[in-house]
C-alpha cells in the first residue's frame, strides 16, 4: 500500500472510517481556483457526495485529502500517447487514429523527418494520466460516479487499490463480469425484468461488483437500466450497487471534457448519442469507470486484456475477516453476443470461471443454450451452420467454413465443460429466478477448484454464508444427499454470527449444530473481539481493558485494540445491570497464565480456513480458559443484545431456558445503552428493543400465572444463578419495568409478602384493634392464611388432579430449544411446606411479625416522634434540656441505629460496597441521613449559649424534612400513593419554572432598581427591591413607588440612612419625582403578563400534563412503587422506635459474638434445590413454546401481516399469467405432449446407438434428435456422458498450446480421426527452443524422421499439408504440428509411478474400512501445482521419472529397480496430454510398486531414511535460478480426495489388485 493511502486514513479515527467512509477529493481543481472560499467552489464541494459523508469536515480537509490522491495518481497511474506523427496513406489522421491537433509539435516533426513505419510498441509512450475525479451526467439527476483513465498496462493491484482504498468500495463478495451483445439489441419485456431483477437482487444480497464494458449499448445499458431501476424502488434505497463499466478510452465520445491535469471534481458529461458517429457514450447508471488507453483511436476490445487481468486478480482475494481462506467467486453472465462474446466464454471457461447463458436473449447466447443440452457427438458442424442461419440470420453470409468450424470446435469445448455451464431458461424457470441460477452455477463450478466431498461442501457453504444467502444453503447445500457434521459447522458458524446472519444461524441449528459443543470460552473472546470498533460497546470495552491498573494482556489486536478478556465483558455487564448482580465472568488469578497468555496473542480478525487451524489459534487462550461455557445460550443471548442485534438475540432467547429473567436482563441493558449512546436513531431502536422484551417478559410471565399461580411466582422469587444470583423481581425494579411490576401475578405475590401469615383480606380497622388489644388475635376476628389454606384444600381437595391427569412415566423426552425435558415437568408439585395449624404463640408471632403490622407500628411510632419533637421546639425547649428532650435525643438515636442497620444489614450478600451504592441510591434514604445530620448541627448549636437560638432554628427547619419524610410513609397506601408521586413529578416541573421565573424576576427588579433609586448601598434593600418586591408583585401585591400617585417622602428615607426603610425614588430639589412614569408602568405591565400570565399558565400546563400522564398510569406507577416500601418493612425488626433498640442490641451481641444468626426466611429470594430449579425451568420452557406458537398465531392473524400475504399471493398470481396466460388446461396438454416425445425420442436414440455399435452406419452420418430441453432431459444426459468416455482426445486439442502463444488450428469431434477427410486442415507447426536437438522417433517402430528439424521450429502456420514422412498421433489430429515441447518425434515415453503401502494405526497394524484394508500412495507437490504423482516423462536410457530420483535416494532407487518385475502394471498406453501434437505424443506405462510389510524402506520415503511415518517432507529444489521446496507425502486412498480423483481409473485398479477400500 502507497503511502499516501495512510496518511489519508490517519486524518481520521478508525471508528470514522467505519462508520463513515470518508470520501476523498470532492473539491475544485487547485489550478482552477485561487481561494479555498471562492463561491463556485464550494458549491462544487456541496454537490460532491463526500462533502455530505464529512458533515463536520471543513473545505480545508477536503482539499488536503485531494492532494494526497492526486500525488498517489500521479506516481502511480498513466496514460499513452503518440510520439510519432505518421499519416494514413488515405485521411489526415495518424496512425494511432488521432488527427495532427492531438500530437505534440515534436512528435509531427518527427514524423515529418525521419518518414519510418509507425510502431505501436516504439511511438507510444506513458506518461501520467490527466482523466480523473467525479463524473456528473447532464440531465441525468445527481447521479456522480467515479472515473479514471488508465493505461492498458496498468497493473490489476494498482487498479483494485484505487477502488478500495480511494474509492471506498467494500472489497466485494462476488465479481459478476456482465457480456454480450455491444449494441443496442431487443430483450422481451418479460425476460427484460427477469434479468433486471435477478442481476440486482444477487449483487445486493451477496455483495457483489458487476462489470461491463460501460457504454451506453447493449448489454452494458441493460445493465445500467437494472442499477437505475433498483435506485427508483423503494425496497433499494440505502443498498448501494457497485456497476463498473470498463471500456477503451478510445472509443468514448466527448472524452475531451474528462481530461484536467490534476483531475476534476465533478465533470459535466454530456451524453450525445446524435453526433456520436462510431464512438459511444458512458453508460450514466454506472457507478464507476476506467478508461482503458492504448494510445489509439476509435479501436474497440482494447480493454479486454486488462479487464481479464483485474477480474482474474480480483478472484485471487480473500473475502472478509470472517471468511477468511475463500477466494472471491466470479460468474461470467452472458446476455446475447457475438462472435467476440463466444471467444470470451471459451477464455472464462478455460480459467475455470463459471458461465452463465440467458437463453432468449439471443445470437451466441441461444446457440449455446441450445447446443448445451445435446451430447458432445450431435454437436457437429451441420449442427452449428443450423444454430447460425437461425439466430444469425443477417450475417450468415460473412462466416466462412474456417469460421464454422472454429466455432464448433469452441463451442464443443464449452458443452463439455458442463460444471461450469449454466443455461438460465427464463421461460421454464418459474420458481427459480436469474439470481439462484448464478448462484447454483458458482456452487456447481466449485467442485474444480480442486475441491472434493467434504472439502467441496465446506467451500460451498463459506460462499453461501459470504453471500448470505440461507435459500441457496438450503436447496443446494443442506440436502438430503449430502451428511453434515455439528463439527464441520462451527467455523461456519462463527463466521455466521460475526456477520450479523440469524438465517443460517437458524439453519446450522436446525442441522445440528449444538451450542455447548460449538461455544467455549475461546470462542466467545473471539466473538467479542470482533466487535465493530464503532460501537458503543466496543468504547465501554476498550475504556475497561485501558483501566486496568495492571494490564494482564499486553498484546495489541493490529496494533489498533486492546485484547478483551471475558472478564473485561463481566465488568461492563456489571455496570450496565448495576451493583445488585454477581459478576458472570470470573476474573484471571494466576500470574503464570497471564504469562503465559500473553506469549500467543490472539488474532481475532482472522478465522482459520481448516477446523485444524480453528483449534490449534487460541490453544494458549484455551488453558486459561479450560472450563466450557456454562451456558452458552445467556452468552451469545448478551452478545447479540449488548450489539443490538436483534434477530440473532431472539434465536437466542428461545434457545435459552432461564427466559423471563434474560427479558428482563436485556430490557435493563438496552435501556441504560440507550441513556448513553449519542446517536439518536440508535438510542430509539434500543428503546423500542427494550420494550420488546419487556413486552416478552410480561407476555411469558401472564402465561406461566396462568398455567399455575404458585409455580409463576417460585419464578420470581428464585435466585438465579445464571444472571448472577440475582432475582426475577429485582431484575424487573432495577429496569424499572411499571407493566411487568404491575402484573395480577407480581402484585399478588406483594401482597402476600405484605400481609405476611395474615389473610389478604383482613382489614385495617382489625389489625389496628389488634395491635391495641392483643388478646383479641386468639379470636375469630383475623384469619391466618394457613388455616385458610387448609380449609380450602378439604374443599377442593381433587380439583388439581382432575385438571392435571397423571402422565405416564415412559413417555419419550420433550426437546426444548437443545434440551431434553421430561412431560412430567408439566404436572403440579405441591408447594405447601408445613400445613399444620398455627400454635397460639405461633400466631402471637406471625401478627407482630407480619410487614403490615410492621408497618402500622412504625407509623404510630413515628407520629409519636413527631408529636415528641414539636412539643419540645414549641413548649419545652429550655436551655437546659428537660427529660422529654432527652427522651427525644434517644428516640433519634435508634432511628439512627436502624438507619446504620440498613446500611450493613446484607441478607442478600452483596457485599459492603453494593450494598451502601443500593443504599445511597434511594432518595429516602438520603433523607434520612440529611435530616439526622441537621439535627445533629442543632443539637450542638444549641448547647452553646451563643448559639442556642441558631440551634433551635435548625431543628425547626429539621422538624420540617421529618414531616416530609411522611409522604413515603403513604406510598403503600392506593388513594395517597400515586398523588404523592404526582408531587414528586411536579417537583420537577417546577424547577424549570424557577429557573424561567428568575430569569424574569432579576430582568425586571434590576431595571427597576435602577430606574428609581441612585446608588442604594444596602445589600438587604437591593435584595427586596430586585428580588422580594418582584416575587410578591405575582401575587397581586403591587408597589406605589413605581408612579407618581404613590409618592410620599415621608414612606422612604432620603439619604439610606434609616434602615427600617427604603431609599427615596429620585427626585428633584421640590421632592417631586423626576423618573420616567411611562416607563416604570409600561415595564410593570410587561412583568405581569410574563410572569403572571404567561409563567404561571406554563405551570399549570405543566402541572396538568403530568397530571394526567400520571393519572393514566396511576395503577402502575403505585404498583411499581411498593416492592421498595414492602421490602423494607419485611426486613424491619418487628418493634417500632425507640423500643427497636432492643433489636439493635441482639443484633450487635450476636455479631460480637461471631454467632451466626438464625435467618429469617426471605421471601423475596429463595434459592432452590438443582432438581427443584431444572424442574421449574423446564416447565417455564415447556410455556414459552406455547408462548410463541401464539405469539406468531396471533402475529400471523394481525391486519398487516394479512394484508403482506394477500399482496404477495396477488404478486405469485401476476406471475403466474405472465408467464401462461393460456390456463392451467393448456400446459397441462403441452406437459404430457413433451413427456410422449421424449419417451420416444430416448427410444429411437437407444436404436440408433445399438445400430450404430454394430456397425450398421457411421456416427456422422446418423441425424440428430434434438430433444426438447428440460430439467429431466438435461440431467439424464449427464449421467449418460458420465457413464461414456470421450470418444477423442480432448486435451490435445485445446485451442492454445500451454505456456505459449500459439493457437491449435480448430479440430472439431467429428474431425478428428485421420480417415475423415478435413479439406483445408493447415495446422501451424511448433517446436519449442527447449525440446532438444534429437529429432528422432521415440520408438524404432515409428518411420525415420527426417534430420532437418528446420521448419520444426517455426511457430508460425504451415501452408503446406503434413508431411507422410512424420509420424501421426495415433488418437487423430490435435490442430497443431511438429514436436511442440516433446522430445521426440512419435511417441514420447513416460511413467506413472503408484507407489503404495497399507496404512498403520497407532498400534502399527493395518487399518481397516468397510472390512478392506486402507491404502496410502506417495504423492508429490511442486511450487504452485497440486499434489500429484511422482511421474513424468522419460529421457533416453532412464528407468525412473525425474520426480522419482530426487525424493529417492541410491539405495531406494536400487531397491524399486528390483521392484520392477514385482510391479503391477495398471494401465500402458497413449496419454491425452496437452503437450501432443499431430507428430508427437506422450505414451505412459502406469506401474504400482507395493511396499510390503517387510520392506525396509516403508517407513523410510517421506524422511529419506529417517523413522517418521506419514509426515510431509519438504526437499530443497532450484527452480528458475531460485530455490524452492518439493513436497513428499503419503496420501490415503479414498473418493473426494482431488488427487484421488485425478488418478480414479488407476486407483481403483489399484485398489482391486490389493483387494483395499476405495
Same mark, same amino acid.
Given at each position: ?72 495518481? &500521479? ?86 487499490? =484505487? ?22 439489441? &431487443? ?236 443455461? $438460465? ?89 449444538? !451450542? ?32 486496568? #491498573? ?35 465472568? #470470573? ?112 407476555? !411469558? ?5 396462568? #398455567? ?60 389496628? =384493634? ?117 427522651? =427525644? ?69 429539621? $422538624? ?6 411522611? *409522604? ?7 388513594? !395517597? ?55 410578591? *408583585?405575582? $401575587? ?269 488450428? @480448430? ?16 495446422? @501451424? ?9 534429437? &529429432? ?93 504423482? @511422482? ?20 539405495? *531406494? ?104 477400500? $476405495?
Amino acid at each position: 500500500m502507497c503511502e499516501g493511502t495512510t496518511e489519508v486514513i490517519g486524518m481520521c479515527s478508525s471508528e470514522e472510517q467505519n462508520v463513515n467512509r470518508l470520501y476523498p477529493l470532492q473539491a475544485e481543481n487547485f489550478d482552477q481556483c485561487k481561494t479555498m472560499y471562492n463561491s463556485d467552489v464550494l458549491n462544487t464541494i456541496k454537490r460532491s457526495p463526500s462533502f455530505i459523508k464529512t458533515g463536520q469536515s471543513s473545505a480545508k480537509a477536503i482539499f488536503k485529502e485531494q492532494d494526497h490522491f492526486r500525488k498517489w495518481v &500521479h506516481e502511480n497511474l498513466r496514460k499513452k500517447e503518440c510520439t510519432y506523427f505518421a499519416k494514413k496513406q488515405t485521411g489526415s489522421v495518424c496512425e494511432c487514429g488521432y488527427s495532427r491537433d492531438y500530437h505534440t509539435e515534436e512528435a509531427i516533426n518527427l514524423g515529418c523527418l525521419r518518414g519510418e513505419k509507425w510502431n505501436s510498441t516504439k511511438h507510444l509512450q506513458q506518461v501520467p494520466t490527466d482523466a480523473f475525479g467525479d463524473i456528473a451526467f447532464e440531465g441525468q439527476g445527481q447521479k456522480i460516479g467515479k472515473y479514471v483513465r488508465v493505461s492498458n498496462d496498468t497493473a490489476p493491484k494498482t487498479l483494485y487499490h =484505487l477502488m478500495t482504498k480511494y474509492w471506498r468500495l467494500n472489497p466485494p463478495h462476488l465479481l459478476i463480469s456482465v457480456t454480450g451483445g455491444a449494441k443496442n439489441f &431487443h430483450l422481451k419485456p418479460s425476460l427484460r425484468f427477469m434479468f433486471r431483477r435477478g442481476l440486482i437482487k444477487v449483487a445486493q444480497s451477496t455483495g457483489a461488483w458487476i462489470i461491463t464494458g460501460g457504454s451506453f449499448a447493449g448489454v452494458m445499458k441493460h445493465v445500467g437500466e437494472a442499477v437505475r431501476h433498483c435506485k427508483m424502488t423503494s425496497g433499494c434505497k440505502g443498498k448501494q450497487i457497485v456497476a463498473i463499466g470498463i471500456a477503451s478510452w478510445g472509443i468514448v465520445h466527448n472524452r475531451e471534457n474528462l481530461t484536467g491535469g490534476e483531475g476534476i471534481f465533478p465533470v459535466d458529461y454530456y451524453m450525445d448519442e446524435a453526433n456520436q458517429g462510431s464512438l459511444s457514450c458512458l453508460d450514466y447508471n454506472h457507478t464507476h469507470f476506467i478508461l482503458v488507453d492504448d494510445g489509439t483511436h476509435g479501436q474497440y476490445g482494447v480493454e479486454i486484456s486488462l479487464r481479464t487481468h483485474l477480474e482474474k486478480y480480483i478472484s485471487k482475494q480473500r473475502m472478509g475477516a470472517e471468511d477468511v481462506g475463500i477466494e472471491i467467486p466470479i460468474v461470467c453472465v452472458v446476455l446475447e453476443g457475438g462472435p467476440g462474446t463466444l471467444n470470451t466464454i471459451h477464455s472464462a471457461m478455460d480459467n475455470g470461471t463459471p458461465c452463465v447463458i440467458v437463453e432468449g436473449s439471443g445470437r451466441v447466447a441461444d446457440v449455446l443454450a441450445n447446443a448445451a443440452g445435446l451430447p458432445i457427438a450431435q454437436i457437429t458442424i451441420s449442427f452449428i451452420q443450423k444454430q447460425l442461419r437461425m439466430f444469425f440470420a443477417e450475417s450468415y453470409n460473412t462466416f466462412s467454413e474456417q469460421k464454422i468450424i472454429s466455432w464448433t470446435k469452441k463451442i464443443q469445448d464449452i458443452v463439455r465443460m458442463r460444471e461450469l455451464l449454466t443455461v $438460465f431458461r427464463a421461460e421454464k424457470s418459474r420458481n427459480d429466478e436469474l439470481d439462484v441460477a448464478i448462484l447454483q452455477a458458482l456452487l456447481k463450478a466449485s467442485s474444480l477448484r480442486g475441491q472434493q466431498g467434504q472439502e467441496n461442501l465446506d467451500h460451498q457453504l463459506k460462499l453461501a454464508v459470504a453471500w448470505n444467502r440461507v435459500d441457496i444453503a438450503k436447496s443446494n447445500i443442506f440436502t438430503d444427499d449430502k451428511q453434515w457434521k455439528p463439527s464441520h459447522l462451527h467455523q461456519a458458524m462463527f463466521a455466521a454470527l460475526v456477520g450479523d446472519k440469524p438465517g443460517f444461524v437458524e439453519l446450522f441449528l436446525e442441522n445440528g449444530v449444538n !451450542l455447548r459443543e460449538f461455544l467455549s470460552s475461546e470462542i466467545l473472546v473471539r466473538l467479542y473481539n470482533n466487535i465493530p470498533p464503532y460501537t458503543l460497546l466496543y468504547k465501554k470495552l476498550q475504556k475497561v481493558v485501558k483501566g486496568e #491498573k495492571q494490564p494482564q494482556i499486553s498484546d495489541r489486536v493490529d496494533g489498533k485494540r486492546n485484547v478483551v478478556l471475558l472478564h473485561h465483558v463481566s465488568i461492563v455487564l456489571q455496570e450496565l445491570l448495576g451493583e445488585f448482580t454477581e459478576p458472570l465472568y #470470573k476474573q484471571l488469578q494466576d500470574v503464570q497464565e497471564r504469562k503465559k497468555f500473553t506469549i500467543a496473542p490472539i488474532k481475532v480478525n482472522i478465522l482459520p480456513s481448516t477446523p485444524q487451524d480453528m483449534q490449534s489459534t487460541y490453544f494458549k487462550e484455551s488453558e486459561i480458559y479450560k472450563e466450557e461455557a456454562e451456558d452458552p445460550e445467556r452468552d451469545l443471548f448478551i452478545w447479540a443484545i449488548l450489539q443490538k442485534r436483534k434477530d440473532l438475540a431472539s434465536i437466542f432467547w428461545e434457545q435459552a431456558m432461564d427466559s423471563i429473567d434474560s427479558s428482563l436482563v436485556a430490557c435493563k441493558i438496552l435501556k441504560k445503552m440507550s441513556s448513553e449512546e449519542n446517536d439518536t436513531d440508535l438510542s430509539e431502536e434500543m428503546e423500542e428493543l427494550a420494550q420488546e422484551y419487556e413486552d416478552r417478559a410480561i407476555g !411469558l410471565y401472564t402465561e406461566c400465572y396462568r #398455567k399455575h399461580a404458585k409455580r409463576a411466582q417460585k419464578l420470581l422469587i428464585r435466585v438465579s444463578t445464571t444472571w448472577g444470583n440475582t432475582t426475577c423481581l429485582r431484575l424487573a425494579l432495577e429496569a424499572e419495568s411499571q407493566k411487568f411490576m404491575a402484573l395480577g401475578g407480581v402484585q399478588a405475590l406483594l401482597t402476600k409478602i405484605w400481609w405476611g401469615e395474615l389473610s389478604v383480606d383482613t382489614n385495617t380497622w382489625q389489625v389496628l =384493634l389488634c395491635l391495641l388489644l392483643w388478646p383479641i388475635i386468639y379470636s375469630n376476628l383475623i384469619t391466618f392464611r394457613r388455616d385458610e389454606e387448609n380449609r380450602k384444600k378439604k374443599l377442593s381437595s381433587n380439583s388439581e388432579l382432575n385438571d392435571n391427569p397423571p402422565v405416564d412415566g415412559n413417555l419419550n423426552l420433550v426437546h426444548i430449544g437443545q434440551h431434553s425435558i421430561s412431560p412430567t415437568a408439566l404436572l403440579p408439585h405441591s408447594d405447601d411446606q408445613d400445613t399444620k395449624p398455627l400454635s397460639h404463640w405461633q400466631q402471637l408471632k406471625a401478627f407482630y411479625t407480619a410487614p403490615v403490622v410492621v408497618f402500622y407500628w412504625n407509623v404510630l411510632a413515628y407520629f409519636g416522634f413527631l408529636w415528641l419533637f414539636s412539643y419540645v421546639l414549641l413548649i419545652d425547649f429550655q436551655s437546659q434540656p428537660s427529660g422529654r428532650e432527652y427522651f =427525644l435525643y434517644f428516640w433519634l438515636s435508634t432511628l439512627v441505629c436502624e438507619e446504620i442497620r440498613q446500611l450493613f444489614h446484607d441478607p442478600g450478600g452483596f457485599g459492603f460496597r453494593r450494598k451502601a451504592l443500593l443504599y445511597i441510591s434511594s432518595t429516602w434514604n438520603r433523607m434520612d441521613v440529611a435530616a439526622i445530620l441537621i439535627f445533629v448541627v442543632g443539637l450542638i448549636c444549641r448547647y452553646f449559649p451563643t448559639t442556642f437560638y441558631h440551634g433551635r432554628i435548625i431543628l425547626c427547619l429539621d $422538624f420540617i424534612i421529618y414531616c416530609v419524610r411522611v *409522604m413515603h410513609i403513604f406510598t403503600v397506601s392506593k388513594t !395517597l400513593g400515586p398523588k404523592i408521586i404526582m408531587v414528586q413529578m411536579m417537583m420537577k416541573d417546577i424547577f424549570f419554572f424557577l429557573f424561567l421565573l428568575v430569569l424574569a424576576i432579576v430582568a425586571y427588579g434590576v431595571a427597576k432598581q435602577g430606574i428609581l433609586t441612585h446608588n442604594e448601598q444596602r445589600l438587604d434593600w437591593i435584595f427586596q427591591g430586585v428580588v422580594y418586591q418582584p416575587f410578591r *408583585m405575582i $401575587f397581586g401585591e403591587i408597589p406605589a413607588d413605581v408612579s407618581f400617585l404613590g409618592f410620599d417622602l415621608s414612606q422612604c428615607t432620603v439619604n439610606g440612612t434609616d434602615p427600617y426603610k427604603p431609599k427615596c425614588p429620585v427626585h428633584d430639589s421640590n421632592s417631586a419625582p423626576i423618573f420616567p412614569e411611562w416607563l416604570t408602568i409600561t415595564l410593570l405591565c410587561l412583568f405581569l403578563l410574563f410572569s403572571n400570565i404567561l409563567l404561571l399558565n406554563l405551570l399549570i400546563a405543566m402541572f396538568n400534563y403530568t397530571f394526567q400522564v400520571i393519572q393514566e398510569n396511576t395503577d402502575k406507577i403505585w404498583k411499581f412503587q411498593r416492592y421498595p416500601l414492602i421490602e423494607e418493612y419485611y426486613c424491619r425488626p418487628p418493634a417500632p422506635p425507640p423500643f427497636i433498640i432492643f433489636s439493635h442490641v441482639f443484633l450487635l451481641v450476636e455479631q460480637i459474638t461471631k454467632r451466626k444468626a438464625k435467618q429469617k426466611h426471605n421471601k423475596f429470594k429463595k434459592q432452590l434445590d438443582d432438581k427443584e430449579e431444572a424442574e421449574l425451568l423446564t416447565w417455564e420452557a415447556i410455556i414459552k413454546e406455547n408462548y410463541l406458537i401464539k405469539l406468531k398465531r396471533n402475529q400471523s392473524q394481525s391486519l398487516n401481516q394479512q394484508i403482506s400475504c394477500t399482496m404477495e399471493k396477488v404478486d405469485t398470481v401476476v406471475e403466474a399469467l405472465d408467464v401462461n396466460r393460456e390456463g392451467n388446461k393448456v400446459e397441462q396438454r403441452i406437459c404430457r405432449l413433451e413427456e410422449q416425445m421424449m419417451q420416444s425420442m430416448r427410444a429411437l436414440n437407444w436404436i440408433i446407438n445399438t445400430l450404430i455399435e454394430k456397425d450398421f452406419g457411421s456416427r456422422e452420418s446418423a441425424p440428430a434428435l434434438v430433444i426438447s430441453d428440460s430439467k429431466n432431459k438435461e440431467e439424464e444426459i449427464e449421467d449418460e456422458e458420465k457413464d461414456l468416455k470421450p470418444l477423442h482426445h480432448v486435451n490435445a486439442r485445446s485451442m492454445m498450446y500451454p505456456d505459449t502463444n500459439i493457437e491449435r488450428y @480448430p479440430v472439431p469431434d467429428e474431425k478428428v480421426p485421420w480417415e475423415v477427410k478435413f479439406d483445408g486442415y493447415t495446422p @501451424p507447426t511448433y517446436t519449442a527452443e527447449t525440446a532438444g536437438d534429437d &529429432h528422432s522417433t521415440g520408438s524404432s517402430k515409428m518411420k525415420t524422421a527426417p534430420k532437418d528439424g528446420s521448419q520444426d521450429r517455426d511457430a508460425g502456420p504451415n501452408t503446406n499439408a503434413v508431411e507422410e514422412s512424420l509420424p501421426q498421433n495415433p488418437k487423430g489430429r490435435t490442430g497443431l504440428g511438429g514436436r511442440g515441447k516433446l522430445r521426440y518425434f512419435g511417441p514420447n515415453h513416460a511413467m506413472d509411478p503408484i507407489i503404495t503401502r497399507f496404512k498403520r494405526n497407532s498400534g502399527n497394524s493395518a487399518t481397516v474400512k468397510g472390512g478392506k484394508k486402507v491404502l496410502e500412495f506417495l504423492v508429490v507437490q511442486y511450487p504452485g501445482e497440486d499434489w500429484t504423482l @511422482p511421474a513424468g516423462v522419460l529421457q533416453s536410457g532412464e528407468t525412473f521419472p525425474k520426480s522419482m530420483k530426487i525424493i529417492l535416494n541410491p539405495k *531406494m532407487l536400487d531397491m524399486f529397480q528390483k521392484l520392477m518385475k514385482k510391479a503391477f502394471e495398471v494401465y500402458r498406453g497413449y496419454v491425452d496430454d496437452s503437450r501432443n501434437t499431430d507428430n508427437a505424443w506422450i505414451e505412459t506405462l502406469a506401474l504400482n510398486f507395493h511396499l510390503n510389510d517387510e520392506n525396509p524402506f516403508i517407513n523410510s520415503i517421506t524422511n529419506r531414511g529417517g523413522s517418521g511415518t506419514s509426515r510431509q517432507m519438504k526437499i530443497p529444489l532450484i527452480m528458475e535460478g531460485a530455490v524452492q521446496q518439493l513436497s513428499v507425502q503419503w496420501q490415503v486412498v479414498e473418493q473426494g480426495v482431488p488427487v484421488c480423483v485425478l488418478y480414479k481409473e488407476y486407483l481403483q485398479k489399484v485398489t482391486e489388485i490389493h483387494d483395499a477400500c $476405495f
